[in-house]
């Protein structure tokens, strides 16, 4: 299976995220964390309404970490959590054609908090965890590369 981008995220969602930034942190040595809490209108599968996730961003080698909290909603981050644990539940990749849909897989979410010049989704999940076993999330370049550039600013003052 071909994306046409670049791998550049690993999603994790976890139950708690200070318990999640803190066990990442002593485990892996990773941190620090910048904290981004979201709250936006989207869609999972066939449900529609709000979503609020507390999130953490840090560097993990090459790629970035995303650390989800699902707080509201009936998302994949919920589902993922609840049937199968804390864990990696996505890949991301910033694209340039977010209507890709490589052997056919289905676009199961659709995240409105940042849209497109066209009105779609900007962020969107493509259901592959049966093949791959994990959903792969396609994210236009142009808001992977602002928020990027946020979390490598975040880091460098940390570091100063």
């Known amino acids: 299976m071909k994306f046409k981008g670049d791998f550049y995220q690993i999603g994790v969602v976890v139950r708690d995220i200070d318990a999640g930034m803190a066990h990442y942190r002593n485990l892996l040595g990773l941190g620090p964390f910048w904290r981004l809490d979201t ?3 989207g869609r999972y599968r066939d449900w529609r309404g ?3 996730n507390k999130n953490a961003f840090t560097k993990w080698g090459d790629v970035y970490l995303e650390m989800i909290e699902p707080v ?3 998302g994949n981050a ?3 959590l ?3 644990g804390e864990g990696i539940f996505h890949l991301g990749y910033a694209v340039d054609d977010l209507s890709q849909r490589p052997e056919g897989v289905e676009c199961v979410f659709e995240s409105w ?3 497109m010049p066209n009105g779609d989704a900007a962020v969107i999940h493509l259901d592959t965890v049966e093949q791959l076993g994990y959903y792969v999330e396609l994210s236009d ?3 992977v590369d602002k928020l990027n550039a946020r979390i490598d600013t ?3 003052e940390q570091a100063a």
């Open 113 to 115: 908090g940042a849209k």
């Open 72 to 74: 509201v909603g009936q």
């Open 39 to 41: 709250d936006y209108e």
């Open 82 to 84: 609840d049937t199968r």
């Open 78 to 80: 919920r589902e993922w």
């Open 154 to 156: 975040f880091m460098q």
């Open 141 to 143: 370049r142009a808001l």
């Open 50 to 52: 709000r979503f609020a």
